[in-house]
């Protein structure tokens, strides 16, 4: 599903086709992504199944550094761009940075074709295998489903340093809500549903795909809506 506007972009998958081995696992994952122009991007997902599972989630940078903060991590490449990506708070839930490991699984790499020297390196050569080792997040999550995950991701210019932090908040009706902070005060509120059907958080509601507000002073402030 894809939905665009002014102001707003909006895509959302599903897999439902099993995990683990002969994918006996009855697990459906949707994740629905969110860009707020020209700011930042909110990431949702959401696994329906039974049991108790172990949920992981990776993001990798196309970046040679990178950082763990408290709740979020960060690339840390000097005179470029670089991109924050916090976690809504969950208990139990873990993050650890993966970079170029082969043991006990491959990870933290990118594709061949987008191979480049580290800039910290720049005669490096190509490695036989063709990967280019890249830092990698592992947000790792045991819980019993449904479960749901949140993330904010905020690109910013070279020379700058960006702080954001997210967290889940409780809604009636299909749907979910996520909230984005800054230090300076500002805060939007984010009302994922589905068209058609109601879903409030507090004073909030909308029956549209999403809708974003200003909640940063005592009346919220509808922003847009898609």
Same mark, same amino acid.
């Given at each position: ?16 086709? &099993? ?12 994740? $629905? ?12 997902? =959401? ?19 990178? +950082? ?17 990506? @916090? @976690?809504?708070?969950?208990? &139990? ?7 170029? +490991? ?10 061949? +074709? ?8 720049? $005669? =490096?050569?190509?490695? @036989? ?6 830092? =990698? ?25 960006? +702080? ?22 500002? $805060?939007? =509120? ?6 058609? $059907? ?29």
């Amino acid at each position: 599903e894809w939905a665009t506007s002014r102001d707003l972009d909006y895509g959302s998958g599903v897999y439902d086709n &099993g995990y683990g081995p002969g994918r006996r696992i009855a697990v459906t994952h949707r994740r $629905q992504m969110v860009f707020v122009k020209p700011d930042y991007f909110v990431v949702v997902d =959401t696994l329906t199944g039974e049991g108790v599972h172990t949920i992981e989630s990776l993001y990798h940078l196309n970046h040679d550094e990178a +950082e763990i903060e408290e709740g979020a991590a960060r690339s840390v490449d000097p005179g470029t761009s670089n991109v924050v990506i @916090a @976690a809504a708070p969950l208990e &139990g839930l873990s993050l650890r940075l993966a970079k170029g +490991e082969l043991t006990p699984e491959v990870q933290g790499f990118i594709p061949f +074709e987008r191979w480049r020297p580290s800039r910290s390196l720049p $005669q =490096t050569a190509a490695p @036989a295998h063709g990967k280019r080792e890249v830092p =990698t997040l592992i947000y790792t999550l045991q819980a019993p489903l449904p479960a749901r995950l949140a993330y904010v991701i905020a690109p910013y210019p070279a020379g700058r340093r960006l +702080e954001v932090a997210c967290r889940l908040l409780p809604t009636e009706g299909p749907g979910t809500a996520v909230q984005v902070s800054w230090p300076d005060g500002r $805060q939007h =509120t984010l009302l994922i549903g589905e068209p058609g $059907q109601r879903v409030a958080c507090g004073a909030l509601s909308t029956e549209r795909r999403l809708a974003v507000h200003d909640t940063s002073g005592p009346v919220p402030r509808l922003l847009a809506e898609l």
